[in-house]
């Protein structure tokens, strides 16, 4: 079992949609979550934190559910320029490189 | 100027051959990593680099090498390349807030034929 898995998709919805993705990790001792996004052929570039209590930054909302091990990202009225792949990232312990863990991503496509 | 600059930004080269990538930055920042991305397999941390004189292997740093010349240059070297080597590379930096890598480069499209 990978320890961050993530349906690869791809999610295909119209301009304007909500659409959510889901991320489980195996490790219940992780504590620190991200969301990265990467456009096609370009490096990642880290989107958000997820907090214990969920946080939003515009129409992005994060969330984390301990007891069920999965984190989740809400992206509200879609844009065009919201295509990319959406990585989920656990990181064990908080305080070293060496347990940080990517998902191999989500691949969203926001259709005119 | 970019952030987070690799170099080369694509090599093809055969199997035996040395390589090096490069890094450069200018965040200031002090933690510098090197990544590998397979496709279905997600970035996976082949370095990284707390300081200057701190060097720690990740989770894939066989038939890998590093040298941290100065805090902003970070580079990677493939001893003896071979197939199976052949994967996008990426460096990144983050500042001393966080183990999460911040600032990636371009990245570095490596064929190893």
């Known amino acids: 079992r990978k320890e961050v898995e993530q349906d690869p998709g791809p999610f295909n919805v119209p301009e304007g949609a909500t659409v959510a993705f889901n991320c489980t990790y195996s490790?219940?001792?992780?504590?620190?979550f991200f969301w990265y996004r990467q456009d096609c052929r370009k490096e990642p570039k880290l989107l958000m934190s997820?907090?214990?209590s969920g946080n939003e930054d515009g129409r992005f909302t994060a969330q984390l559910n301990r007891a069920s091990q999965y984190i989740s990202l809400l992206i509200r009225d879609s844009k065009l320029s919201d295509s990319a792949t959406y990585l989920c990232?656990?990181?064990?312990?908080?305080?070293?490189?060496?347990?940080?863990?990517f998902g191999s991503g989500t691949q969203l496509t926001v259709l005119p | 100027d970019a952030d987070v600059t690799q170099t080369p930004r694509n090599r093809i080269t055969k199997t035996g051959k040395r390589i090096m990538l490069e890094c450069s930055q200018t965040?200031?920042?002090?933690?510098m990593y090197w990544y590998r991305q397979d496709p279905g397999l997600g970035l996976r941390l082949i370095y990284y680099?707390?300081?200057?004189?701190?060097?720690n292997k990740g989770e894939i740093s066989d038939g890998y090498s590093v040298s941290r010349q100065a805090q902003a240059k970070f580079s990677l070297s493939l001893e003896s390349a071979i197939p199976n080597q052949t994967a996008l590379y990426f460096c990144?930096?983050?500042?001393?807030?966080?183990?999460?890598?911040?600032?990636f480069g371009d990245g570095t499209r490596l064929s190893i034929l």
């Open positions: 990144a930096t983050s500042d001393r807030g966080g183990a999460e890598p911040q600032h």
């Open positions: 490790n219940s001792a992780s504590q620190s």
């Open positions: 997820v907090y214990s």
């Open positions: 990232v656990v990181n064990i312990l908080g305080g070293s490189a060496r347990q940080l863990t």
């Open positions: 965040k200031g920042h002090d933690r």
């Open positions: 680099s707390f300081d200057v004189k701190d060097i």
